[in-house]
DNA sequence: CTGAAAGCGCTTACAG
DNA sequence: CTGAAAGCGCTTACAG
């Protein structure tokens, strides 16, 4: 192995010499340097980063704390983690992927062990246990996602109440006037408090509230297989809905399923908007979802750059929410003419006004 | 922080026996061993990986090089991970994800760091460039996957034969005879040389063969949009194929919509069987796809052995390949009743052999 | 069974 | 602008 020992004798300089140019750490005359450099070339010196870790204190890996237990890692995660990784290494850093249970036990044992530099969060909870291992570890952390109480933590997010204004404006404006939420299950214990199920939930009874819409709203599981038997559900309580927004993308797959498989055309019939996928998933159904884009490659690099920031003791990144946009797809038109009801119930009162 | 020294000072021992103690590299005396983990408890030490790894010159770092842009990260993907991941800790070491291209540029960069001391290699391809970087980098490695040239590499791969073999031995035991593959496309400068789609085609050649059945194969990259497309190839080529073994799981998808949306019934009209899917993408169809199931757990857990079983020093672990098993499903079922034909072809002389 | 000491390959005050 | 030297927190011959 070559070492700076190496390159600083055939250079003919001391090894501190060489460390403040390759860390750019204070100035070097230009003869010096191109000795050096010369040195490095014909050696192929590469330095070894785990001695500058130790000497430095700082080891520049970043981990980003993945609950693979309780989440999957599909595509959407997969974006966020390549553009994460991507915004690290163009700050000279490592970004590793740490699959931790969400409850911080894991997460507490790795920290200890002193091998990185900081930890991008995934999948936050409301109240999320992980913040407290990480503050007593005096570990700095950047959240993609919020908890509530959020005093000064560093954050980026998904702007949940535009997208979901965003959403259901797109549909009214088509005419739709019957929704309905496939949302998360939020009795689920995985994700009881998870940000995105709540804040999506709460601002959808909110907008459609806001809309005059009916406010309808099933709970699923995070499954094709679960879409599919949320789908049986709102066609036999709800069949009046022409246009379902779905939470999970997973489970908008089992909704177009569903539909199809009840006898509904898609869009036709009823509408589909996913609110939170990506084109891979998107493009697994026939016709192929309209959704609304998951920001993952905007948040993944701004959460990486939020705690890089903090490590280099720059300027805090100011916390940023960044809205899922319309990706038009196949699932998604006019409703269908409106057929007379058996009975006019409440529903058939609310249909009226439309 | 607290270091060795702190909890040998409060110990009334050495360093070196702190280290002893910890490594279980020498034998230490009950009672000093009681003294030293009372001191731990009471410090909360924990062992600084960073030094420990400049001192021993093993960072017990492994890192699977996935290559990122050429494949998609899956849910396939996530099971070699997440397996590996495991199989690591169990022994100590920490397994990282490396995103990096196919053709070993940055693989060479990463690997002079001295960040890791073996790599996973996935996705391997039949002459592929990694390895010359990481044989001249001295760094040990196994494959997942497997070049045309093994000449003793530590690897462990997918049995593409017997899983072909399964396959078609299933369908035709059904009372399929007119099969086709959906293969993969290797004219994509990106799977040009991969070896599964090699494998898999190649197998399915011979073993259709030897059953004596016509040999339809189709090219199709790893989308859902290209099963699409493929699948309308197929019907108008091939309308008298009874079943569809298709390679790529996205593909696979594509392929159910596209045979549903030309109006067959699946599988009543047509079967189809995904040749390496997992059960996370296989419920994405209605009704679900009837599968080879990638044995991604067993590898992931496999390869990572292999690999620290030679940062051991300790026996090699021999060459696996393991099949993919016959997952059931709902989209095999037996063929429909062969319809009379127009002309009566080539094909049609097959036809009467059933 | 235990300890004193060298050393891993760097960084970083401190001095000049 | 450059260098000598201490030190990061461990491991590991070597000695006893």
């Known amino acids: 192995m070559v070492t700076m020992r190496d390159v600083a004798q055939r250079a003919g300089v001391s090894i501190a010499t060489v460390s403040f140019l390759l860390n750019d750490t204070k100035p070097v005359t230009a003869a010096t340097r191109a000795r050096i450099e010369q040195a490095m070339l014909e050696l192929g010196y590469r330095r070894n980063v785990v001695a500058r870790a130790l000497a430095s204190k700082r080891t520049r890996i970043i981990a980003m704390a993945y ?32 699959p931790v249970g969400n409850d911080g036990v894991e997460l507490r044992e790795l920290l200890g062990q002193g091998l990185v530099d900081g930890v991008v969060l995934m999948e936050v909870q409301l109240d999320d246990p992980r913040i407290a291992v990480l503050r007593q570890a005096a570990t700095p952390f950047a959240m993609i996602g919020r908890t509530t109480e959020l005093d000064g933590l560093s954050h980026v997010d998904i702007d949940f109440d535009t997208t979901v204004e965003d959403a259901v404006r797109h549909l009214y404006e088509l005419g739709h ?98 609110l939170l996928s990506v084109p891979e998933t998107a493009a697994m159904t026939d016709p192929e979802l309209t959704m609304m884009r998951t920001p993952g490659p905007e948040l993944g690099q701004l959460g990486t750059e939020a705690l890089i920031r903090q490590l280099e003791g720059a300027d805090p990144l100011p916390p940023q929410l960044v809205p899922a946009k319309l990706s038009p797809g196949a699932t998604v038109a006019t409703p269908r003419a409106p057929r007379p009801k058996a009975g006019a119930g409440r529903r058939g009162a609310r249909k009226a006004r439309s």
Chains 1, 2 share one sequence.
């Not at 595509?75 to 553009?83: D, G």
């Not at 006037?177 to 939020?186: H, P, T």
């Not at 309808?216 to 049986?232: I, R």
């Open 67 to 98: 609950p693979a237990l309780e989440h999957r890692f599909g595509m959407s995660t997969a974006e966020f983690f390549t553009s994460a990784a991507e915004a690290a290494r163009k700050d000279d850093y490592h970004l590793v992927l740490w």
């Open 177 to 274: 006037r019957e929704l309905a939420l496939i949302s998360g299950d939020l009795d689920d214990p995985r994700f009881h408090a998870y940000g995105p199920w709540v804040r999506v939930e709460e601002a959808y009874r909110r907008v459609a509230a806001s809309y005059g819409l009916p406010v309808v709203v099933l709970p699923c599981s995070d499954t094709t297989q679960a879409g599919k038997a949320a789908t049986e559900r709102l066609l036999d309580r709800h069949p009046e809905t022409t246009a379902v927004l779905v939470l999970n993308e997973y489970a908008a797959l089992g909704v177009v399923s569903g539909l199809k498989r009840a006898g509904h055309d898609v869009p036709g019939n009823t509408s589909v908007l996913a």
